[in-house]
C-alpha cells in the first residue's frame, strides 16, 4: 500500500540556520510528490511539487526539495530559516494518471523557529 | 487566501446531532475533494467529485457521511448522528491541471 513517512515529528532550528525536513514514501512507481505548509487552524498551502524531470525543485518561500529515486526521497530544505517559518508541513503523495487532489500524506514535522 | 471558501469555520454539536459543512470552490476547478484532518495526523481523502458527479469515496466515509455536490459548483458534507471520533478539521480541496488548492477548514467539536 503506499504510504508516507515523515520521520521528525517535532524540529526546532534557530532562525537563521539551514532546515531540512525527511519525507520518505512507498509507492509501486515514481509518484507524484508534493510539500505542503500548514499555520495553527489553517488550511494547507503548496510548497513546491515533483511531476517528473529535474530531481530537484524549487518552490515558493525559498524552499527547494530533491527526489531521490534510489532513497525513496523527497526532503524539503531551506538554506536560512525564518521566524515566520514556523508551522507544520506535509509530505503527499498522488497517483500519476490520478485525479491530482486524490493525495496520501504524511504525518506532518512541526518546525518551531527560535530567536 | 485560496479562494476556496468553507463554512463554517467552527463547529460545535451535542453527539447524535446532524452537521453540514459547506464548500465552495474556485469558480472554475472542477475538481473538488473532502479531507478529514485528525489531531496530530495529516489530512485523509475522503471523496472526490468530478463536477457533479461524486468519482470517489474512501473507506473512511461511513454510511452515516453523505456530500454532495449539485450542478458542480458548491459542495456540502452531512455527517449525521455525529459521534465523538467526528472530531476532526474537515478540509476542501479543488483542483486544476496538477495543484491542489485548499480552503481554510471547518473544525468540528462533538460534545
Known amino acids: 500500500a503506499q504510504s508516507v513517512t515523515q520521520p521528525d515529528i517535532h524540529i526546532t532550528v534557530s532562525e537563521g540556520a539551514s532546515l531540512e525536513l525527511r519525507c520518505n514514501y512507498s509507492?509501486?512507481?515514481?509518484?507524484?510528490l508534493f510539500w505542503y505548509v500548514q499555520s495553527p487552524g489553517q488550511g494547507l498551502q503548496l510548497l513546491l511539487k515533483y511531476f517528473s524531470g529535474d530531481t530537484l525543485v524549487q518552490g515558493i518561500k525559498g524552499f527547494e526539495a530533491e527526489f531521490k529515486r534510489s532513497q525513496s526521497s523527497f526532503n524539503l530544505r531551506k538554506p536560512s530559516v525564518h521566524w515566520s517559518d514556523a508551522a507544520e508541513y506535509f509530505c503527499?503523495?498522488?497517483?500519476?494518471?490520478?485525479?491530482?487532489?486524490?493525495?496520501?500524506f504524511g504525518k506532518g514535522t512541526k518546525l518551531s523557529v527560535k530567536p | 487566501d485560496t479562494g476556496v471558501s468553507q463554512d463554517p469555520r467552527h463547529k460545535i454539536t451535542k453527539r447524535g446531532q446532524n452537521v453540514t459543512f459547506r464548500c465552495d470552490p474556485i469558480?472554475?476547478?472542477?475538481?473538488l475533494y473532502w479531507y478529514r484532518q485528525t489531531l496530530g495526523q495529516g489530512p485523509e481523502f475522503l471523496t472526490y467529485?468530478?463536477?457533479?458527479?461524486?468519482?470517489?469515496k474512501s473507506r473512511l466515509l461511513s454510511d452515516r457521511f453523505s456530500a454532495e455536490r449539485p450542478k458542480g459548483s458548491f459542495s456540502t458534507l452531512e455527517i449525521q448522528r455525529t459521534e465523538q471520533g467526528d472530531s476532526a478539521m474537515y478540509l476542501c480541496?479543488?483542483?486544476?491541471?496538477?495543484?491542489?488548492?485548499f480552503g481554510q477548514g471547518t473544525r468540528l467539536t462533538v460534545v
Open positions: 509507492y509501486g512507481a515514481t509518484p507524484y
Open positions: 503527499a503523495v498522488g497517483r500519476p494518471g490520478g485525479s491530482q487532489g486524490n493525495l496520501i
Open positions: 469558480s472554475e476547478h472542477n475538481r
Open positions: 480541496a479543488t483542483a486544476v491541471n496538477t495543484e491542489a488548492f
Open positions: 467529485f468530478q463536477n457533479e458527479a461524486q468519482l470517489e
